[in-house]
């Protein structure tokens, strides 16, 4: 968080610019590129970089496999990462990665031809067919505008970054060829076994059905109550004061600047003939026609020149606001109201909120709730922030904080007697499905069947859809996760047999499996081969993981030894 606004009101507006636009289409203006993509800069020492078999990493490797990253997110999103992601362990934890795999390829003397990274190029990235001409004026202009201009990334940048690629695939292949060795047998035992249908009866122990059942006493809810009242305390939360600036106010003069560019149908034409014409769709997922999605591009502008506007006012307002207020002071509440009433804004004031349940109407980031809950916000030489909303800013100070504190018992009354009568439930619940599969145990053990020992105890089983492990939900489980606890558990349990019972926090049941339908040979035949490709492929993915975790936690030193890398 920046220490004044007064001395740093310039980089604030920077920093939200660059957060704002980076997630609109943008093509007018060569000054709004974003500068995240310049590949080098750094003059750190090469020690700062961290080492890979023990030889030092220069600043030279690190930035060009940087340059690399950035082309597989290009290629992979389809979109440049942010700033955000430009500045985040996850993007250094990339290069890293990177750069073993640069290392393992030189170790192993493992060379890419010039045939192997063109046809590369052909048919992975631009997914050409064997014969199909090249598009060489096509290509270059990616180079030239998507490369070149967005993002700075050399030629030089994308021939490294090919032949990286293809001697991914090459090590791949090396250390995850025991995944090819997986014969047909084995693969079809799985394809069997993962698609036989499992006909289930089900009894289950909900919540529900107890909960009608449990007595609570006054002095059961003060005990509960004493027990687990730091369940019931207050975090620290804090009310602001705020003044919002909406975007479709500052339209009009997005509006005026658009219609002051002579060229701009003729921009917009360029826009969307260098961009990935197939990512404009509808709310449907279908594909825009050109038409419409140059209208999408010229009112991503739009929004863009508005959100401009919009920023530079607020800025403009926020060192008013601060040059009214006596230095060192703190920027009290009537301060804020003669501010507003001056320059026809409107004060409001928050009900006091924690950071897990921001005010709804502000929409605020993470990053924007961060900085209202970090030190040194509201403090007299840091009394206001700029923060980015969904469809506008806010300019945004510190009325009031307060401490963490315990509600007391009335307060939270009908919170505390509803966790105390669900968890007295959960024990009733819990007790009820032990014993009774201990009475299924006791009974199929003396040769009774499932039908009957359900009849003795007084419980319907509720006959299933029949399922497979490789099914995701039932007529009668449409929740994915529950179904998910379920899959697993019957996967296990032999015909004829039954599960021990599932607690109430995961469904509360007790599963017995009837029978298994194995699947015709004439769908095993026909599937068959098209599973077992992708089952030596996952198995190959599986080895390669494996070599690849195990060999970088023992050659790969880190920069910054703290933060967990690959």
């Keep these: 968080m920046t220490n004044t606004f007064r001395r740093h009101h310039k980089t604030i507006m920077w920093i939200i610019i660059v ?3 980076v997630s609109f289409v943008y093509f007018l203006s060569p000054n709004a590129r974003s500068p995240g993509g310049m590949g080098g800069g750094s003059s750190r020492p090469v020690a700062f ?37 430009e500045s985040s362990p996850t993007m250094t934890n990339l290069v890293y990665q990177r750069l073993f ?50 993002r700075r990334v050399t030629l030089d940048d994308f021939d490294h970054y090919v032949r990286d690629q293809v001697g991914q695939q090459l090590l791949f292949s090396l250390f995850g060829m025991t995944g090819q060795l997986i014969s047909q047998k084995e693969a079809e035992f799985f394809f069997r076994r993962d698609n036989e249908k499992m006909e289930v009866e089900l009894v289950r122990f909900p919540l529900t059905n107890f909960t009608p059942k449990v007595t609570i006493t006054p002095e059961d809810l003060t005990n509960f109550y004493i027990e687990n009242q730091t369940a019931y305390s207050l975090p620290e939360r804090e009310q602001i004061n705020y003044i919002r600036f909406d ?49 999408k591009i010229k009112e991503a502008e739009r929004m863009r020149q508005a959100a401009h506007a919009a920023l530079t006012n607020v800025n403009d307002l926020g060192k008013i606001l601060l040059d009214s207020h006596g230095k060192d002071l703190p920027l009290t509440r009537a301060g804020w109201q003669s501010f507003a009433q001056t320059n026809g804004l409107t004060l409001l004031t928050s009900e006091p909120f924690d950071r897990e349940n921001p005010p709804q109407e502000l929409q605020l980031s993470s990053s924007s709730l961060s900085i209202i809950f970090g030190p ?13 909303g969904t469809n506008g800013y806010f300019l945004v100070g510190l009325e009031k904080q307060y401490p963490s504190e315990i509600q007391p018992l009335e307060a939270v009354r009908a919170k505390v007697t509803e966790d105390c009568r669900n968890q007295r439930a959960t024990v009733m619940a819990s007790s009820a499905g ?9 009974g199929m053990a003396r040769g009774q069947t499932f039908d009957a020992i359900c009849a003795a105890q007084g419980v319907k089983p509720e006959t299933l859809t029949p399922f497979a492990a490789v099914d995701t939900s039932i007529p009668e489980i449409l929740d994915k996760q529950q179904f998910q606890v379920l899959d697993s558990v019957v996967y296990k349990v032999p015909t004829g047999q039954c599960s021990p019972f599932v607690p109430p926090q995961y469904g509360g049941f007790v599963a017995f499996v009837k029978s298994r339908t194995a699947l015709d040979e004439a769908t095993v035949q026909r599937d068959i081969p098209a599973y077992l490709d992708k089952f030596r492929r996952k198995r190959q993915m599986d080895a390669f993981q494996e070599w690849f975790g195990r060999e970088f936690q023992a050659h790969v030193v880190p920069a910054d030894k703290s933060a967990p890398a690959g």
Excluded: C, M
């Design 19 to 21: 957060g704002t636009i």
């Design 101 to 150: 795999l640069q290392s393992e390829l030189k170790q192993l003397h493992l060379e890419v031809t010039t045939e192997a990274a063109a046809r590369y190029t052909r048919e992975t990235l631009l997914g050409l067919q064997p014969g199909q001409p090249f598009p060489q004026d096509q290509f270059n202009q990616f180079v030239s505008k998507i490369l070149n201009q967005e």
């Design 247 to 295: 975007l479709t106010n500052y339209y009009p003069v997005a509006d005026k600047f658009l219609a002051g560019l002579t060229n701009l149908d003729a921009q917009i034409d360029s826009a969307y003939a260098n961009s990935d014409q197939s990512s404009f769709k509808d709310e449907a997922g279908a594909p825009l026609p050109p038409e419409a999605a140059k209208a």
């Design 434 to 442: 032990t014993n009774f599969e201990a009475a299924v145990a006791l």
């Design 376 to 388: 040194g916000f509201g403090e007299p030489d840091d009394p206001l922030q700029v923060l980015a």
């Design 49 to 85: 970089y961290g080492s890979i078999n023990g030889e030092p990493i220069t600043q030279q490797q690190f930035d060009t496999a940087r340059q690399e990253v950035r082309l597989d997110l290009r290629f992979s999103r389809r979109s440049w990462p942010s700033a955000r992601d």
